[in-house]
């Protein structure tokens, strides 16, 4: 299901796939996108996120040539393929590995965002996923806009702080993973 919502024609529109098997987490994480002006795409599984992206394909099919995608969210915990998994083959994919993703889970496991971080996650949010984190994801894929062609990123974003700016972790133990990535 595809929901767009109308930004002011001086911001950009950022389209966000939402992946989860819950529909409540489905729901929710769709309107706080929503709330924060993304255009927001929403699949219940990883292997519907790799059909919406092309990669469950040999052959690229043209409509994915035009597919504009800003942020991967998916949940960690999902029967079938694991939001881990999903990541992998992200990260492994030539047309999508430098698109952001984010890992949302309830579990607060070290050993489990330090593995999420190194496969390449963007970030690790802990649920209930808040609007102010949505507000520093936007922030950051606004910040590196200079990095876009068109709507689609192509370098990922820096891990070192600048300005001292830059995403903020949701808990103590993304401080200490983020800190031990710098």
Known sequence: MDTIIKLPSDSP??????????NVDRKVIEKLLQISSFKVTVVESGSRALQYLGLDQEKKSPRFDDLKVNLIMTDYSMPGMTGFELLKKIK?????????????SSE????????????GAEDYLLKPVKLSDLKRLKDSILKSGS?????????KRKHKPSDGHDLAPSSPQQAQTKRARW
């Open 92 to 104: 492994n994919s030539l047309t999508f590995r430098d698109i952001p993703v984010v890992i949302m």
């Open 147 to 155: 990095e876009h062609t068109g709507q689609t990123l192509t370098r």
């Open 108 to 119: 607060n496991s070290l050993i489990r965002i330090d593995r999420c971080l190194e496969e």
């Open 13 to 22: 529109e950022l389209h966000v796939l939402a992946v989860d098997d819950s």
